[in-house]
C-alpha cells in the first residue's frame, strides 16, 4: 500500500514539474493549473522551480533589436519571386499541373499564353514563306527544356563538383541552364522515370545541402 | 511600416488568426501586397525565433527568405488544420534545421548581449541577465534552444509547440526538461538555482 501510495505521488509530481512550463507561459488549461497550483502547495521543489522557471521565462521573453532588415529582406523575397516567374516562363509547362500550387499556376499560365501566340506567328511565317526551318533554336523550342524533368536553383556556395557527385548518384543529368535567374533544367540519365521515382529523386535534392529551389517541370510534384 | 515596431522593445503588432488565414488565402491566389502584410509582423516573430538558433546574420536571411518563398508557393495548400502561426513558425523550424546542417548546427559563441538590450530602468540588471540567458542557451542544442524559445519566447502553447517541430508531445517534455535541467546548472545568477538538486531524476531519453 505504502508502495502505491509513494508512486501515486512521484506520478503526480511528475505531472507538475512538467507542467510547470505551461502553467509558466499561461498556455496551460484551468485544470492543469490547479493542479500544479496545489500540488506546489505541499512540494518546496515545485514551488522553487515555479519561481525559477517564471524568471526565466521574463529573462527568455525579453525583446531584442532584430539582426536582419525587414525592408532588406522583403526586397530580396520580392526578387527571387520575380526570378522564378522568369524561370517559370521560360520553361514549358505540363497540362497536369497540380491544382493549389501557388501563384506559378498564373505564371504558367500566362507563359502558355506567350507561347502560343509565338508560336502560331511562327507557324503562319513558315507557311507563308513555305521554306525550311531556321537553323536557330528558339527559347521556347521543345528541344532541352521540353525534356527537364525539373528545375533546381544551387546555391552560389554549392561546388560544381558537388553538384556534379550529387545528380550523378541520383542519375541526373544537366539538360539546359543555367539561365539568368541560376536555374537548370535536370532530366533522368535514364529518360524517363515514373511519377514516384521523380518524387523521390525530388525530395533527395530538397534534403540535399546547397539547394535553393527544387521544382518539378509541368507534372504534379510532392511539396517542400 | 507600423508605428509600433519602431518603438524598441515592443514586438511589430500581431494579426489574429482569422486575419492570417485571410492574407493566405489572397497570397494563394498571388497577392504580393499580402504577402508583404505576413511578411512585416513575422520577420520580427522569426527573427528573434532564429536568433536562439544561430547567430549568423546571413542565415537568418536566408531562412526568413526559405520560409516565406514556401509560404508563397503552398499558401493555397493551407487548410487551417492548425493555426496560421503554426504552420509558419514550423515552416521556419525546419528551413532552419536544413541551414544549420548547411552551416554547421553550432551556435556562435554566446555574444555580448549589451548590444541586444533596449533601455530601461535597470539596464545593468537586464543586461546581466540576458548574458546569463545567451551563456545558458548556448549550451542546449537546437532542438532544445528552439523549445525554450518556442515556449518561453513566443508564447506557444506545448501542443502548438509539437506541430511546429512536428513531434510528439512527449518528445516536447523531454526537451523541455533537459533544457530546464542544463540550465539551471549554468544560469546561477537567477538566485538559489544551484541550492537545490532537481525535482527527478534525468533519465529521459534526449541528454
Known amino acids: ?224 | 511600416m507600423p508605428l509600433l515596431s519602431l518603438i524598441p522593445g515592443r514586438a511589430a503588432p500581431r494579426l489574429d488568426d482569422a486575419d492570417e488565414a485571410a492574407l493566405l488565402r489572397r497570397i494563394a491566389a498571388g497577392d504580393r501586397a499580402a504577402l508583404e502584410a505576413l511578411y512585416r509582423p513575422y520577420h520580427r516573430r522569426l527573427d528573434r525565433f532564429l536568433a536562439r538558433l544561430t547567430r549568423r546574420s546571413d542565415v537568418i536571411e536566408e531562412v526568413i527568405n526559405d520560409t516565406f518563398w514556401i509560404v508563397w508557393q503552398k499558401a493555397g495548400d493551407f487548410r487551417g488544420d492548425s493555426r496560421v502561426s503554426t504552420w509558419i513558425v514550423g515552416i521556419a523550424y525546419r528551413c532552419a534545421l536544413k541551414a544549420l546542417r548547411d552551416h554547421g548546427d553550432e551556435p556562435a559563441e554566446a555574444p555580448d548581449a549589451s548590444h541586444e538590450l533596449h533601455p530601461t530602468d535597470d539596464p545593468h540588471a537586464r543586461h546581466e541577465l540576458a548574458d546569463w540567458v545567451a551563456k545558458g542557451m548556448s549550451r542546449l542544442n537546437a532542438e532544445q534552444r528552439a523549445t525554450m524559445e518556442l515556449a518561453y519566447g513566443a508564447g506557444h502553447s506545448l501542443e502548438e509547440v509539437a506541430g511546429i517541430m512536428d513531434c510528439e508531445v512527449s518528445t516536447v517534455k523531454a526537451r523541455m526538461f533537459h533544457a530546464r535541467v542544463k540550465l539551471r546548472h549554468v544560469l546561477p545568477v537567477l538566485a538559489g538555482w544551484a541550492a537545490r538538486p532537481p525535482g527527478r531524476q534525468e533519465n529521459d531519453d534526449e541528454p
Not at chain 1, 530580396?76 to 520575380?82: G, T, W
Open chain 1, 1 to 224: 500500500m505504502n508502495h502505491e501510495v509513494r508512486d501515486a505521488a512521484a506520478a503526480e509530481h511528475r505531472r507538475s514539474w512538467d507542467a510547470i512550463p505551461w502553467v509558466v507561459n499561461g498556455t496551460a488549461d484551468a485544470a492543469q493549473r490547479r493542479r500544479v497550483d496545489a500540488h506546489a502547495q505541499a512540494c518546496a521543489d515545485c514551488r522553487d522551480e515555479l519561481a525559477r522557471q517564471r524568471t526565466l521565462q521574463a529573462a527568455v521573453a525579453q525583446a531584442g533589436a532584430p539582426l536582419t532588415d525587414a525592408d532588406a529582406g522583403l526586397k530580396r523575397l520580392m526578387r527571387r519571386i520575380d526570378q522564378a516567374s522568369e524561370v517559370a516562363a521560360r520553361v514549358p509547362p505540363g497540362p497536369a499541373r497540380r491544382a493549389g500550387s501557388g501563384p506559378l499556376v498564373y505564371w504558367l499560365a500566362a507563359a502558355v499564353v506567350v507561347e502560343a501566340v509565338g508560336l502560331s506567328v511562327l507557324g503562319a511565317g513558315l507557311l507563308f514563306r513555305g521554306g525550311p526551318a531556321p537553323a536557330y533554336q528558339t527559347l521556347s523550342a521543345p528541344s532541352h527544356e521540353a525534356r527537364a524533368a525539373l528545375r533546381i536553383v544551387p546555391a552560389p556556395a554549392l561546388r560544381v563538383d558537388e553538384l556534379q557527385s550529387l545528380l550523378r548518384g541520383l542519375e541526373l543529368q544537366i539538360v539546359s541552364g543555367p539561365n539568368a535567374a541560376g536555374a537548370y533544367g535536370l532530366a533522368p540519365l535514364a529518360g524517363s522515370v515514373n511519377a514516384d521515382q521523380l518524387a523521390a529523386k525530388i525530395a533527395a535534392l530538397r534534403a540535399a545541402p546547397g539547394m535553393r529551389l527544387v521544382e518539378p517541370v509541368g507534372g504534379a510534384g510532392p511539396g517542400s
